[in-house]
């Protein structure tokens, strides 16, 4: 039982599994609902960016995603997860930086754990359970 617990492939794999699951749904649901890509564009235009960029969500939370799940250019799969977070906080969600939820804690902490668990899948890697070891 000690050696399961000490065992830092295994680790690495839930990691991947959560982070990458996890912001899946988020990509699936876009998906399903192309007037989200309209938002998006909006806020990016706002911000004066490019519109076009909106299809980058798809990158961030439906193909870094499977790249997590299945242990595949791991790294890479962790970065684009990291700018997808970054560009999310950066344009909907900077207001609630320094805000707390309803229930206490901070108000972005879905998005706060979505980036540092990235952050720290790309400093570790795949792991051992992965397509493509790095």
Known sequence: M???????????????????????????????????LDFIGGQLTQHGLPGFIAYGVFIGEVIAPLLLIGGLYTRIGALLVVANML?????????????????????????????????????????RFAIRRD
Do not use: C, Y
């Open 2 to 36: 000690l050696a399961l617990l000490k065992n830092d492939d295994l680790g690495k794999l839930i990691l991947r599994l959560t982070l990458g699951g996890l912001i899946l749904f988020h990509g699936v649901a876009k998906l399903g609902n192309p007037g989200s």
């Open 87 to 127: 560009f999310a906080i950066g344009l909907v969600h900077m207001h609630q930086l320094f805000t707390l939820g309803k229930q206490g804690g901070w108000a972005l902490e879905l998005q706060g754990f979505f980036l540092l668990s990235a952050v720290v899948v790309a400093l570790l890697g795949s792991g």
